[in-house]
């Protein structure tokens, strides 16, 4: 059973992280934290002039009260809402909070993922910890 799991979190249709969530829980020993993450990508500067600061705000609130939502039922569940770029953060976050395993959904693979690889496939292959994959 895992201590310190963390639950990366990506709004879009390809991905439901209720199963991820339900994973973790299940393989966490009793009084384990869970930490559900989603990384917000960073917007290049040539498209932050395009941007007001009122809408970047209002993304990041959504965004912060729907996680709120999703682990208001995860017992010892926090949620948190980092900038960066998705494989390598999760990575990084992962070493910093010294989580154990990491339970990660991914979409069925296409063309696309064996030419550029997805997060998914970067977090199986750079982890540190243990890492289950959700279909």
């Given at each position: 059973?895992?201590?310190?799991?963390?639950?990366?979190?990506?709004?879009?249709?390809?991905?439901?992280?209720?199963?991820?969530?339900?994973?973790?829980?299940?393989?966490?020993?009793?009084g384990?934290?869970?930490?559900?993450?989603?990384?917000?990508?960073?917007?290049?500067?040539?498209?932050?002039?395009?941007?007001?600061?009122?809408?970047?705000?209002?993304?990041?609130?959504?965004?912060?009260?729907?996680?709120?939502?999703?682990?208001?039922?995860?017992?010892n569940?926090h949620?948190?809402?980092?900038?960066?770029?998705?494989?390598?953060?999760?990575?990084?976050?992962?070493?910093?909070?010294?989580?154990?395993?990491?339970?990660?959904?991914?979409?069925?693979?296409?063309?696309?993922?064996?030419?550029?690889?997805?997060?998914?496939?970067?977090?199986?292959?750079?982890?540190?910890?243990?890492?289950?994959?959700?279909?």
């Amino acid at each position: 059973m895992y201590k310190n799991v963390l639950v990366p979190i990506v709004f879009d249709d390809d991905h439901d992280a209720s199963d991820a969530i339900e994973i973790a829980k299940a393989i966490s020993a009793d009084g384990a934290s869970i930490t559900l993450l989603h990384v917000m990508d960073e917007i290049p500067s040539y498209a932050l002039s395009y941007l007001s600061d009122e809408y970047l705000t209002n993304a990041r609130l959504a965004i912060v009260t729907e996680m709120e939502k999703m682990v208001s039922d995860v017992e010892n569940g926090h949620a948190d809402v980092v900038n960066g770029h998705s494989g390598r953060t999760i990575l990084e976050y992962a070493d910093e909070k010294k989580n154990d395993c990491i339970v990660i959904t991914s979409h069925t693979p296409g063309m696309q993922d064996y030419l550029l690889g997805s997060t998914a496939s970067k977090v199986v292959r750079h982890a540190k910890c243990s890492v289950h994959v959700v279909r």
